[in-house]
């Protein structure tokens, strides 16, 4: 139980990481929701076509991190508004899903295939290393942000621009590494949604991404409020699925909104 709890929170707390790093650069990331889909897609797609899950889950994670940067170069050199321009990529990323998906399967359904869970081989192994493998990346990422002086820029490229400027950095310059690192978060984030349900279905990320901007509201940009926000929330969701087997007669609307009342618990607790 309370590894299927861990397990359920990593992908949650990948996308926490990565809305994490672009609120503190003062450029939050709006199109979580759609960059994850697509990089779930991305991940089962090349691992379809050449076998190997680390080339699908790698290669992802590169396409993700560079479309991410290069959209903040974009939305930079034509001083677009950056939470407007974050909603219109959350867009073109669902669009682009959709599109390759007709394109290289004939469908925007589900996508199944026997090749690609031979690809995973086996499944609860996989499972548990991709979990241990993402909670090092947040752990890593938390610990870059605070102790390295990239990480110290990054932050203070949110706050107080001028302290970079008058050092001879370019502010921008770390608010599109944020977006990159967003990127690689966010395609992990996907990657781990696709080997957990074997298969891709549109809309896989189910509001992970918002969920993920919520909680890093919710826990203050302190990384361990966060996780703990996280688990609280998706400890919430697994007995929620879980507890008509002991409980039954419950209404099932009841259940689906149970983690969301927790949530509010805490937010107004947290007052």
Not at 95 to 102: D, E, G, Q, R, W
Not at 108 to 130: C, D, H, M, P, T
Not at 188 to 206: D, M, R
């Amino acid at each position: 139980m309370i590894f299927d709890i861990i397990s359920s929170s990593c992908p949650l707390l990948l996308s926490s990481a990565a809305a994490l790093y672009t609120e503190f650069a003062g450029v939050m990331v709006m199109f979580l929701e759609g960059l994850i889909c697509f990089a779930g897609f991305t991940t089962y797609a090349i691992t379809y076509y050449t076998g190997s899950l680390f080339a699908g889950i790698f290669l992802s994670a590169l396409l993700s991190s560079f479309l991410c940067a290069l959209f903040y170069f974009i939305v930079y050199k034509f001083k677009a508004h950056v939470f407007i321009s974050g909603i219109a990529l959350n867009l073109l990323f669902g669009f682009l899903t959709s599109f390759l998906s007709v394109k290289l399967f004939g469908t925007r359904g589900v996508l199944f295939s026997e090749a690609f869970n031979e690809s995973i081989g086996n499944y609860k192994s996989a499972l548990i290393i991709f979990t241990l493998l993402s909670l090092v990346f947040c752990l890593c990422g938390i610990l870059f942000l605070l102790f390295s002086k990239s990480g110290l820029y990054i932050r203070v490229s949110g706050y107080n621009s001028g302290v970079l400027r008058a050092k001879g950095e370019n502010p921008e310059l770390y608010r599109g590494l944020s977006w990159l690192i967003a990127g690689f978060y966010a395609a992990l984030a996907g990657s781990f949604l696709v080997i957990k349900v074997k298969s891709f279905v549109p809309n896989i990320s189910s509001g992970r991404g918002w969920m993920a901007l919520a909680a890093v509201f919710l826990g203050k940009k302190k990384g361990w409020k966060i996780s703990l926000a996280v688990l609280i929330f998706c400890a919430a969701d697994y007995f929620s699925s879980h507890i008509q087997n002991y409980i039954p007669g419950i209404p099932s609307s009841v259940l689906l909104a149970l983690p969301y009342f927790v949530m509010l618990a805490i937010i107004l607790v947290d007052r």
